[in-house]
């Protein structure tokens, strides 16, 4: 008798062509917010005309989930579950391995679903030593997953950490959406509390403010990827695919919190405590990435203009889009006379004052 039901075997497929179906919609329509931005235009840096560093001597290395890394940058989970989405993770993790970085897989589901679709998310023969995250959503949990899922997901893709996403806008904005959420934190706190992984909680797009973080900083998790407001808008993603939301309100789809007030809360929500933060939403360029740091995160994470560059011009395009990021960020470092991450993040009050940092 097969382990897997006709009924999971169906789920896959479905939530395989959702998938695929998201990418399309990313690639082809705009899906940006609307008037708003990641809030980073509110933070001005002072570039100094009497600079100490030459860009070159810029040292942008960390460590994330015990590895070392050449760049604080991750590629954040996107795809996976279709052909298609195998060939894109196979390029992701492709140029990580080149760059040194960390990447995410997209939502495991389908293939915990249906597991012949586990090898889309396979990429350690590719990359043996990167930072590499697994990824389930919350309302999969709140439906009946646990310990034995959250492990499936890890060993498949011999992950160092899961990371789990949040996003109730986008699973409401949803047809088929799972809608049952409520009671995510006591699952939460029901999963951390059992796994040894090291677990990230993850939104999708509309940030965080400093209540949620206060209160996910109570349970045992390794990190916060805040995916803020200012970069994919998931709620309009979802709006092109669900004719009953013809009429919403555009204050509606680009509601959210922007990034770098988001990156601010939930350093404050989680003063005290070891978490880390990931920024992203829209940290698209190099200096973005670092007033992140300037903030109080603690890497960044990109997702939509990776997509698009490996869509456009494969790894060649990946590798000129990451080459001028991380161009911009060691020049705007040394343009502001911070030698590396550490000294990046103590300098910060010459910079900033939270008054900087305001929603738009
Ligand atoms: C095509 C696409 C698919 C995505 N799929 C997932 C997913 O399966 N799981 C997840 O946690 N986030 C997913 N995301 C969200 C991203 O990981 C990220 O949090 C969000 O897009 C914000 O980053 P960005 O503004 O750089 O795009 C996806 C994003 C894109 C563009």
Same mark, same amino acid.
């Given at each position: 008798?097969?382990?897997?039901?006709?009924?999971?075997?169906?789920?896959?497929?479905?939530?395989?062509?959702?998938?695929?179906?998201?990418?399309?919609?990313?690639?082809?329509?705009?899906?940006?917010?609307?008037?708003?931005?990641?809030?980073?235009?509110?933070?001005?840096?002072?570039?100094?005309?009497?600079?100490?560093?030459?860009?070159?001597?810029?040292?942008?290395?960390?460590?994330?989930?015990?590895?070392?890394?050449?760049?604080?940058?991750?590629?954040?989970?996107?795809?996976?579950?279709?052909?298609?989405?195998?060939?894109?993770?196979?390029?992701?993790?492709?140029?990580?391995?080149?760059?040194?970085?960390?990447?995410?897989?997209?939502?495991?589901?389908?293939?915990?679903?249906?597991?012949?679709?586990?090898?889309?998310?396979?990429?350690?023969?590719?990359? &043996?030593? *990167?930072?590499? @995250? $697994?990824?389930? #959503? %919350?309302?999969?949990?709140?439906?009946?997953?646990?310990?034995?899922?959250?492990?499936?997901?890890?060993?498949?893709?011999?992950?160092?950490?899961?990371?789990?996403?949040?996003?109730?806008?986008?699973?409401?904005?949803?047809?088929?959406?799972?809608?049952?959420?409520?009671?995510?934190?006591?699952?939460?706190?029901?999963?951390?509390?059992?796994?040894?992984?090291?677990?990230?909680?993850?939104?999708?797009?509309?940030?965080?403010?400093?209540?949620?973080?206060?209160?996910?900083?109570?349970?045992?998790?390794?990190?916060?990827?805040?995916?803020?407001?200012?970069?994919?808008?998931?709620?309009?993603?979802?709006?092109?695919?669900?004719?009953?939301?013809?009429?919403?309100?555009?204050?509606?789809?680009?509601?959210?919190?922007?990034?770098?007030?988001?990156?601010?809360?939930?350093?404050?929500?989680?003063?005290? &405590?070891? *978490?880390?933060? @990931? $920024?992203?939403? #829209? %940290?698209?360029?190099?200096?973005?990435?670092?007033?992140?740091?300037?903030?109080?995160?603690?890497?960044?994470?990109?997702?939509?203009?990776?997509?698009?560059?490996?869509?456009?011009?494969?790894?060649?395009?990946?590798?000129?889009?990451?080459?001028?990021?991380?161009?911009?960020?060691?020049?705007?470092?040394?343009?502001?006379?911070?030698?590396?991450?550490?000294?990046?993040?103590?300098?910060?009050?010459?910079?900033?004052?939270?008054?900087?940092?305001?929603?738009?």
């Amino acid at each position: 008798m097969s382990l897997t039901s006709n009924m999971d075997k169906q789920n896959g497929a479905t939530t395989s062509s959702r998938k695929d179906e998201h990418i399309k919609i990313c690639l082809e329509k705009d899906v940006q917010f609307d008037n708003r931005s990641n809030g980073f235009k509110y933070l001005e840096l002072y570039p100094s005309l009497l600079i100490k560093y030459h860009p070159d001597d810029i040292d942008l290395s960390s460590t994330i989930l015990g590895k070392k890394i050449d760049y604080p940058v991750l590629i954040s989970g996107m795809t996976g579950g279709s052909s298609q989405g195998k060939k894109y993770n196979e390029v992701f993790a492709k140029i990580c391995s080149e760059f040194n970085i960390g990447m995410g897989v997209g939502s495991q589901r389908a293939a915990i679903e249906l597991p012949t679709l586990s090898n889309t998310f396979k990429v350690r023969h590719i990359a &043996s030593d *990167i930072p590499l @995250i $697994a990824n389930l #959503g %919350i309302a999969q949990f709140l439906s009946g997953y646990g310990i034995k899922e959250a492990e499936t997901a890890v060993n498949m893709i011999d992950a160092d950490a899961l990371a789990i996403h949040i996003n109730p806008m986008q699973e409401l904005l949803q047809k088929e959406g799972d809608k049952n959420l409520v009671r995510i934190l006591p699952k939460l706190s029901e999963i951390t509390n059992q796994f040894s992984t090291p677990i990230i909680i993850k939104g999708v797009g509309t940030g965080l403010s400093k209540d949620d973080a206060e209160l996910l900083s109570s349970l045992n998790i390794y990190a916060i990827d805040v995916a803020g407001v200012g970069g994919t808008n998931w709620s309009k993603i979802e709006s092109y695919r669900n004719p009953e939301l013809k009429h919403i309100s555009s204050e509606f789809l680009n509601w959210g919190i922007n990034t770098g007030l988001s990156i601010a809360n939930t350093e404050i929500g989680t003063k005290g &405590s070891n *978490i880390k933060i @990931i $920024a992203s939403g #829209g %940290i698209w360029s190099g200096m973005d990435a670092v007033k992140s740091f300037l903030v109080g995160a603690d890497y960044v994470a990109l997702a939509l203009p990776i997509l698009k560059a490996a869509a456009k011009g494969g790894i060649e395009e990946l590798r000129k889009f990451l080459t001028s990021y991380i161009f911009e960020m060691k020049t705007t470092m040394a343009m502001i006379g911070a030698e590396n991450i550490e000294i990046l993040k103590k300098r910060r009050h010459k910079f900033i004052g939270r008054e900087y940092i305001l929603s738009d």
